[in-house]
């Protein structure tokens, strides 16, 4: 499949889980309804972005209610569906036999049918202090992933990351060594750095390594605690923005061509160029 149309999602989130997860099933159908294959969700579009939200409204994966709603829906829909990221809570037991809960942050595909075909755990945590503008710290609460996430699907192989994610170049490389030809970044840039980086974050990571870069936030509510700055985005490998959202809620479908790819590494062949016998990535 060469011509896919991706839905960006860009949702209000409020403090009330069944009602966002009532507006992404909204936001789904809306999505099949204008002929998308694949409706992206934003990064913790089932809670608010807050820590204490983290662990109010985290789920187990095996028997997650947002999870298993949004599976239900790809199916009854027909539609692929990124499930942006939810607190997902996993229970272990440490050498002790002491009972243990980590939350992370967590982002899953579904195929058409609403069966898994992988997740993905967010790798780098959102750690920041910019002196005067915003504080915030994940790992208060989140636990961090550690693998990477490349997946094969009837539409297209796609590596996923979530939000601080893009910041970190060897992910978004080691995902295009491997296959990925869209790289999708569920995120929730604040009003600090959305501004600053965002577009830039996406363009770059597109004109690295040649692949489309798609990244879904929720909506901008002045009234909550950590301001998303929404502008949900789809960029194309010669690093162009082809669609672009506001601060407010919306939905647009973007058409991507999968030949542009191979079109264009042909005529700057980035990756063949590289000198691996100087540098290499160590995906360990």
């Not at 755990?121 to 920041?128: A, E, S, T, Y």
């Not at 569920?186 to 830039?200: C, K, M, S």
């Not at 002045?222 to 949900?232: L, Q, R």
Request: proline share 2%; with cysteine; charged share 30%.
């Amino acid at each position: 499949m060469n011509l896919i149309k991706i839905a960006l999602c860009q949702m209000n989130v409020v403090d009330e889980r069944e009602e966002n997860i009532k507006k992404a099933i909204q936001m789904i159908k809306d999505s099949k309804k204008q002929g998308a294959d694949l409706a992206v969700l934003p990064e913790m579009f089932n809670c608010l972005y807050e820590n204490e939200k983290f662990i109010e409204y985290g789920e187990e994966f095996k028997d997650s209610l947002t999870l298993n709603r949004i599976a239900e829906t790809a199916k009854e829909e027909n539609i692929h569906v990124l499930a942006g990221s939810i607190p997902e809570i996993e229970m272990s037991r440490d050498e002790d036999g002491k009972e243990e809960k980590s939350i992370y942050n967590t982002s899953v595909l579904f195929d058409n049918h609403g069966k898994i075909l992988g997740k993905h755990r967010k790798m780098h945590l959102f750690d920041i202090d910019v002196k005067g503008k915003i504080y915030f710290k994940e790992s208060d609460t989140l636990s961090a992933g550690s693998n990477f996430t490349v997946i094969e699907t009837e539409l297209a192989t796609i590596g996923i990351g979530i939000c601080y994610d893009i910041r970190f170049v060897e992910l978004s490389r080691i995902m295009t060594l491997n296959g990925a030809e869209i790289l999708i970044f569920p995120g929730a840039f604040n009003l600090t750095t959305g501004p600053a980086h965002w577009e830039i974050l996406f363009k770059s990571r597109a004109l690295d390594n040649q692949v489309y870069t798609i990244g879904v936030a929720p909506a901008l509510d002045k009234t909550a605690n950590y301001n998303s700055f929404g502008h949900s985005i789809a960029v194309n490998p010669w690093g162009e923005v082809i669609e672009e959202l506001d601060f407010d809620e919306d939905l647009k479908i973007v058409e991507i061509d999968l030949n542009e790819i191979k079109r264009i590494r042909e005529e700057i062949p980035i990756l063949k160029n590289r000198r691996c016998d100087l540098y290499e990535i160590n995906e360990k």
